[in-house]
């Protein structure tokens, strides 16, 4: 796991994408009661930022996603190609590793899915 704060995160992605829900929910409670005194129907900026910020946290998660994808496909094809090698070889150790390899990364794939 890398410590660039660039790269997409989910974890990341979903506390952004629940704080910008927790934020459009303040807002529309704000706006509703300034409705009913007889204020103006605008959005709020909790509304507004709140919704930007859900936004954002959802593509992150998206992205953070299709990044694991790739990642388990190259762990994937790595590992198949170490595995066939292994076995053309006589490798034993080489073939479970590549296995091993291939199934890390299947299961990465699915989890990100």
Known sequence: ???????????????????????????SAIEAGYQAVGGSSEPSSFTTTGKEQHAKGEAEIKAAEAKGYVEGLGDRISGKKDAVVGAVTGD???QASGNIQHDKGEAQMKLNQ
Not at 7 to 17: A, D, V
Request: no cysteine.
């Open 1 to 27: 796991m890398s410590n660039d704060w660039s790269e997409p995160s989910k974890t990341n992605g979903q506390i952004n994408s629940v704080l910008g829900q927790a934020k459009e929910l303040v807002g």
């Open 92 to 94: 034993k150790t080489q």
